[in-house]
């Protein structure tokens, strides 16, 4: 089981805002970052530290935390958008990584 | 431009050795975190653990200690990812990575080596 806990499925309507969770104790003390996965691709990242965006990825992406929980908000979602989103951070050592279980986006 | 380069896929037997390689390439390899994240059949994204090619730091996922052995030739930058006896249910894509400054963020993924272990 995984120290970072998500929502197994969410969905969205077109250009409606959506917002995916990920809840752990590590996130108190640490970042989350957030990866995108769409079918046969490898994951990549969209959101890393505070609210960082890599360079190439839409600003309707952004991240936010409060607590133990870490957020990753699309506003104005895309049909491009419907993917697998994971989080990831450090786990409640310090010490290690961890994923969380991952949210099946869809975009209706 | 940062790349992470894979060996290809492999097709094994059960209790079969393996193991499988990361090339790095436009990058200080010595000086970032290299990982590994296994993702079964329809499943998520787990990570095994990680090594510092500078000095051969490694750390292990409780999960997966004892189970693979990952280690790293800063020589020609090259990390590994190594089993002594594959199972069945190691089945899966093995994406090594490489993790940003925090240590834990993940900035670039190699393009997946699939493992498929079957009698």
């Known amino acids: 089981s995984s120290e970072l806990t998500q929502d197994p499925a969410v969905s969205v309507a077109l250009g409606q805002t959506v917002r995916i969770t990920c809840q752990g104790d590590?996130?108190?003390?640490?970042?989350a970052s957030w990866y995108q996965q769409k079918p046969g691709q490898a994951p990549v990242l969209v959101i890393y530290?505070?609210?960082n965006r890599p360079s190439g990825i839409p600003d309707r992406f952004s991240g936010s935390s409060s607590g133990n929980t870490a957020s990753l908000t699309i506003t104005g979602a895309q049909a491009e958008d419907e993917a697998d989103y994971y989080c990831?951070?450090?786990?409640?050592?310090?010490?290690?990584?961890?994923f969380g279980g991952g949210t099946k986006l869809t975009v209706l | 431009e940062v790349q992470l380069v894979q060996s290809g896929a492999e097709v094994k037997k059960p209790g079969e050795s393996l193991k499988i390689s990361c090339k790095g390439s436009?990058?200080?390899?010595?000086?970032?975190?290299i990982g590994w994240v296994r993702q079964m059949p329809g499943k998520g994204l787990e990570w095994m653990g990680i090594?510092?090619?500078?000095?051969?730091?490694?750390r292990y996922s409780p999960s997966f200690q004892g189970q693979v052995t990952i280690s790293a030739d800063k020589s020609i930058s090259t990390a590994y990812l190594q089993w002594s006896s594959l199972k069945a249910s190691d089945t899966a894509m093995y994406y090594c990575?490489?993790?940003?400054?925090?240590?834990?963020?993940?900035?670039?993924w190699g393009q997946g080596t699939l493992v498929t272990v079957s009698s």
């Open positions: 530290g505070k609210n």
């Open positions: 090594i510092y090619p500078g000095d051969s730091d490694t």
């Open positions: 436009g990058y200080s390899f010595t000086s970032y975190w």
């Open positions: 990831n951070s450090r786990d409640s050592s310090g010490n290690l990584v961890v």
């Open positions: 990575v490489r993790h940003d400054s925090s240590g834990s963020d993940v900035d670039y």
């Open positions: 590590s996130l108190r003390s640490y970042y």
